[in-house]
């Protein structure tokens, strides 16, 4: 059976909650921070905007080209290879910073926050996803360089002390993430990805947005029929009455820049 890239279950709740984000706030330029394989680049761009990713991994910029090549070619998305620490703060000024399954890499959270604000114009917006709940965490977290896991409160604390303002904190793909953690788990401990335990942290960061797991990140191409937003609309719409809860598996913190 051959298998390809597709987005697992969990990530299109996490499209979707990203685009209920930034419905209504007039965004119209972006900066993907940590843009891995380009998979939220693309979805902003879908929803109109237009940007550039950033990341250090050679892999993803390289998996990112070939993945955003219509809107390179368009001249609405770039892609630049760059540790972000290292970027000056003329780097760029977009509307929105987004950076997703990246701050939980590293080890001064609130810096991360204040230099991504840098990239925003005055009275911007940030949103950043991380793995969510400290009691959740599992072998996965081992194996891709994770640091930590945040409950709700943690987020907005850690949003707060980098200085952002009117934070608001979601829990993202409950109650289908939260199913779906143990079978993940075990999906990886059956795979090559045990090996990667025993890498450097750097290491497991720099291939953790490009995993190829069966059934985790890589499905038969029936799966398609699944796997769409018009089979899964209704885990979107579920999706919304758990925001303000402390479940997800995910959290997703949106903060506003202060002039």
């Known amino acids: 059976m051959t298998f390809e890239l597709l987005d697992p279950p969990g990530m299109f709740c996490s499209y979707a909650a990203l685009s209920d984000a930034i419905r209504g706030r007039g965004l119209k330029t972006f900066i993907d921070i940590g843009c891995g394989s380009g998979a939220i680049s693309r979805k902003l761009c879908e929803l109109g905007l237009s940007g550039i990713g950033v990341d250090f991994s050679e892999q993803a910029i390289a998996l990112a080209r070939r993945h955003m090549a219509s809107y390179i070619e368009a001249g609405t998305y770039s892609l630049g290879a760059a540790d972000v620490h290292r970027l000056s703060s003329d780097f760029c000024k977009a509307d929105l910073a987004v950076s997703y399954m990246v701050m939980e890499h590293v080890a001064d959270d ?4 204040r230099k991504i604000s840098e990239f925003t114009k005055p009275n911007g917006t940030v949103i950043v996803a991380v793995p969510g709940r400290r009691d959740c965490w599992t072998i996965e977290d081992e ?4 640091l930590r896991r945040y409950d709700r409160c943690d987020l907005e604390e850690v949003m707060r002390t980098a200085g952002l303002h009117d934070i608001d904190v979601r829990s993202v793909a409950v109650p289908t993430a939260n199913l779906l953690l143990g079978v993940g788990g075990w999906l990886i401990k059956h795979s090559g990805e045990m090996a990667k335990v ?11 947005g490009i995993r190829e797991i069966p059934w985790k990140t890589t499905f038969p191409s029936w799966a398609r029929l699944i796997l769409n937003h018009y089979a899964l609309w209704p885990l979107f719409v579920i999706q919304r009455l758990f925001y303000k809860t402390g479940y997800g598996v995910t959290m997703m913190g949106i903060g506003k820049v202060r002039p």
Do not use: A, D, K
């Not at 609130?110 to 926050?113: I, P």
């Open 198 to 208: 025993g890498q450097s942290q750097r290491e497991q960061t720099e291939t953790s």
């Open 110 to 113: 609130v810096g991360f926050l």
């Open 143 to 146: 194996t891709v360089g994770h």
